[in-house]
């Protein structure tokens, strides 16, 4: 596959799953059916291996690999900071006040790794 084309997956994924965690918080918070849908258990869960395996197979092609490059290990470690943020917001909250402010935490540890990922850079933020 090429360079282009795992890139676009790569994004296309994170698009994707952004859309679903957002989205999955509002069903979640109003009590909407969807959440009980098998689907809603199922397609977060692809998009995000989808997502994953895109972004190995992206760090192999540049040559560039978490913990050896700054700005791979942050993105990795934001993902786990995400991954865990998204299981408080949405499963192990243990108060709706909780649950709400793991889901917006989740959202700018999101926007985070975005900003890493187009500046290439674990300190996006100015400079
Ligand atoms: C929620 C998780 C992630 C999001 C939202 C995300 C987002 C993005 C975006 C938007 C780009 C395109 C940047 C640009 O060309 O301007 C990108 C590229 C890339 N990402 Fe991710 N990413 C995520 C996780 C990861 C992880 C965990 C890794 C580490 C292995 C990774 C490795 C890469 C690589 C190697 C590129 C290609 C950089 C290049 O063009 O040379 N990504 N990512």
Same mark, same amino acid.
């Given at each position: 596959?090429? =360079?282009?084309?795992? *890139?676009?997956l790569?994004?296309?994924? &994170?698009?994707?799953? !952004? +859309? ?9 918070? +109003? ?12 397609? /977060?869960?692809?998009v $995000?291996t %989808? ?6 197979? %992206?760090?192999?092609a540049?040559?560039? !690999?978490p =913990?050896? $490059?700054?700005?791979l +290990?942050? *993105?990795?470690?934001?993902v786990?900071?995400y ?7 949405l *499963? !192990?909250?243990? +108060?709706?006040t ?15 790794i ?7 850079n &674990?300190? /996006?933020?100015?400079g």
């Open positions: 596959m090429s =360079f282009m084309l795992l *890139k676009g790569h994004v296309a994924c &994170a698009v994707v799953s !952004y +859309t679903l965690f957002f989205l999955r918080g509002i069903w979640s918070f +109003t009590g909407s059916p969807v959440m009980r849908k098998r689907w809603i258990k199922v397609v /977060p869960h692809v $995000d %989808l997502l994953l395996v895109a972004a190995i197979a %992206l760090a192999f540049i040559h560039q !690999y =913990f050896v $490059d700054a700005w +290990t942050a *993105k990795v470690l934001g786990l900071l991954i865990w943020l998204g299981f408080v917001a *499963k !192990y909250g243990k +108060t709706r909780i649950r709400i402010v793991a889901w917006l935490a989740a959202q700018a540890v999101f926007a985070y975005v900003l890493v990922a187009v500046h290439q &674990a300190l /996006p933020f100015g």
